[in-house]
C-alpha cells in the first residue's frame, strides 16, 4: 500500500468523507452547448456544485470570477461512470496509481470509477476497500469506489467479509473477484444471496476455468492457424447460464463483466424474458476490435475474454444497442511492458480503455446510427450508475441536479499515443489509430477536474 497517507483519518474514524467542498461563489459557465446534442446550444449554470440554470437567461446568474468553458460546437453529457476500472493500487504502482489512474479517468470523461479488487494484497477486507475510497478522495480527481473481493484472496473458496466492506467508509457497493470466475457454484450461490441481503452488485467474470487451461486467444480459425490455445465462447456461456440461474433461484440480481460473444447476448435476453435480475457490460475493444488483430502476435491484443470474431463484435454492438447489453465499461487493465511485450502466450491479459472508451463508442454506436447522444448518456453514465445504486451520479442534466457532467467534441479527431496518455501503462491497443470524438473538459461535483487534456489537481481553482 502506498504509505499512510490516509492514516490519520481511518483513525479517526469519521464520517465517509464526500469529496470536496465546493467554495461557495466558485462557478463555471458553459456556454453555446448542446445538452445531450440536441435542441439549439445554449448555456448552462454550474454552482454550488449543482446545475443551478439551463438557458438564455443563465450567464446573468454567474458572478465575475465564474470560469468559462466554450461549448460551441460540443455536446454537453451527464459524467461517465465506469464499472470496471484496474488501478493496480496497492501492489503494482509500476503500472497504475490511484492518482493516475484518476488522471485517465477524468481526461476521459468519467466522474466515477469502480477499482476492482485484484491488487496486491486483493481487496477482500475493509482495510484495502477503506483506503482505495480514501485514497481517491485525496486525489480528488473522480470518485473511486472500491470493489471488495467475493472471495478472500480471490481464491474462490471461502466468501469475504462482504458486510464489513460494505459498511465501512469506502461503503462498497459491487463485489467481484474479476480476473478470476467466482467458478464453484456454491460459493457463488452464497455470494448472490449474501449480495440480496446487502442490497450489493455480485458481478462476476464469466469464465468456466476447465475450459479455459492455458487459453490466450479466442476458439476459432485464428487461434487455430496461429497455433495458439484456444479459448471457447462456452467458457463464457456456460458460467453466464448458470449465474443467470443462480440469481433466480436466489431472487438476487447478478451482472457480467464484459460480455464477449453472441451467445451471451442470446442468453441475457433469455434470461430477462424469465423475469431474472441480470445486467451486463460490455468493453470498447469487444465492440471495435476482433482476433484477425492477432495475426502479428503483438500481445497488445491479449485480453480476456478474448477478442472474438466479426459476428460477435456485430452481436455485441446491437445488442447495446437494443438494451440486452446495459452499458460500456472499460475493463481499463494497465500491465508493464515486460508483461507485454513478449511471447503472446506468455504475456498479461488487459489493455488500457479510460482515455479512449469515449472514441470507440463514437466509433462503433454513434457515426453507425445505433446510438444518439442520449444512448450514449445511457450507456456510459445512467445505466452504469443505476446498476451499481449510486445516486449522484448518471442524472439527467437538469436544474437541481449534481453537477457531474462532460464536455465532448464531436467533430475531432485525435491520433492515440501510449505515451501521452496519462496511465503509468502504455498497453493501448490503439496506437497511432485516429480516433474520432474527444473530452475537452470533465466537471466533478461543479469542480473542473480536466480541461483541454490537461488535469486540474484539487485545490488549483
Ligand atoms: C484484467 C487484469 O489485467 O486485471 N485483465 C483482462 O484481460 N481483462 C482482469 C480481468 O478483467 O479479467
Ligand atoms: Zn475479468
Known amino acids: 500500500m502506498s504509505g499512510n497517507r490516509t492514516g490519520d483519518a481511518v483513525l479517526t474514524g469519521d464520517a465517509v468523507p464526500t469529496g470536496d467542498a465546493v467554495p461557495a461563489g466558485s462557478a463555471v459557465l458553459i456556454r453555446d452547448v448542446r445538452v445531450y446534442g440536441e435542441g439549439e446550444p445554449t448555456d448552462v449554470l454550474v454552482t454550488g456544485g449543482i446545475v443551478a440554470a439551463i438557458g438564455p437567461d443563465a450567464a446573468a446568474g454567474a458572478g465575475e470570477d465564474a470560469e468559462i468553458l466554450d461549448g460551441a460546437g460540443q455536446v454537453l453529457l451527464p459524467g461517465f461512470v465506469d464499472l470496471h476500472t484496474h488501478l493496480r493500487e496497492p501492489g503494482r504502482e509500476d503500472t497504475e496509481t490511484i492518482d493516475s489512474g484518476s488522471a485517465a479517468a477524468a481526461l476521459g470523461g468519467y466522474t ?16 484495502v476497500t477503506d483506503h482505495v475510497w480514501r485514497r481517491g478522495q485525496e486525489v480528488g480527481l473522480v470518485d473511486v ?41 456454491l460459493i457463488m450461490r452464497r455470494a448472490l444471496e449474501y449480495s440480496s441481503a446487502l442490497d450489493v452488485l455480485v458481478a462476476q467474470h464469466a469464465e468456466e476455468p476447465r475450459l479455459t487451461v492455458g487459453s490466450v486467444a479466442h476458439e476459432g480459425p485464428t487461434a487455430a492457424r496461429l497455433g495458439l490455445t484456444g479459448w471457447p465462447r462456452a467458457a463464457e456461456e456456460s458460467i453466464v447460464a448458470r449465474d443467470a440461474l443462480l440469481a433466480r433461484d436466489a431472487g ?40 484477425s488483430r492477432l495475426e502479428t502476435y ?26 440486452v ?30 482515455e479512449t472508451a469515449l472514441s470507440i463508442v463514437v466509433s462503433t454506436m454513434l457515426r453507425p446510427g445505433l446510438l444518439d447522444w442520449r444512448g450514449v448518456a445511457k450507456v456510459m453514465s445512467e445505466r452504469p450508475a443505476e446498476i451499481v445504486g449510486l445516486d449522484d451520479q448518471g442524472r439527467p442534466i437538469e436544474v437541481g441536479e449534481p453537477a457531474n457532467l462532460v464536455l465532448v467534441d464531436p467533430d475531432t479527431e485525435w491520433t492515440v499515443h501510449g505515451p501521452e496518455l496519462a496511465s503509468v501503462a502504455n498497453n493501448t491497443p490503439y496506437e497511432s489509430m485516429t480516433l474520432p470524438a474527444k473530452v475537452t473538459a470533465t466537471v466533478l461535483r461543479g469542480r473542473i477536474t480536466a480541461r483541454d487534456g490537461k488535469v486540474r489537481p484539487k485545490g488549483d481553482r
Open 112 to 127: 466515477a470509477v469502480f477499482a476492482m479488487a485484484n491488487t496486491s494484497p486483493v481487496a477482500d477486507s475493509a482495510v
Open 145 to 185: 469506489h472500491p470493489v471488495g473481493a467475493v472471495t478472500v484472496g480471490l481464491a474462490g473458496e471461502q466468501l469475504a467479509e462482504m458486510a464489513t466492506m460494505a459498511s465501512g467508509v469506502g461503503r462498497v457497493r459491487m463485489f467481484s473477484d474479476d480476473g478470476h470466475c467466482v467458478h464453484d457454484p
Open 252 to 291: 438476487a440480481r447478478v451482472h457480467i463483466c464484459h460480455a464477449s460473444t453472441a451467445g451471451t447476448v442470446e442468453l441475457l435476453k433469455w434470461a430477462r424474458s424469465q423475469g431474472i435480475s441480470i445486467t451486463a457490460e460490455v468493453t470498447p475493444h469487444h465492440l471495435l476490435l476482433d482476433d
Open 298 to 323: 503483438d500481445a497488445v491484443n491479449r485480453v480476456n475474454p478474448p477478442l472474438r470474431e466479426a459476428s460477435d463484435v456485430e452481436a455485441l454492438r446491437r445488442g447495446l444497442a437494443e438494451g
Open 325 to 354: 447489453i446495459d452499458c460500456v465499461a472499460t475493463d481499463h487493465a494497465p500491465h508493464a511492458e515486460q508483461d507485454k511485450c513478449c511471447e503472446f502466450a506468455a504475456a498479461r491479459p488487459g489493455m488500457l480503455g479510460l
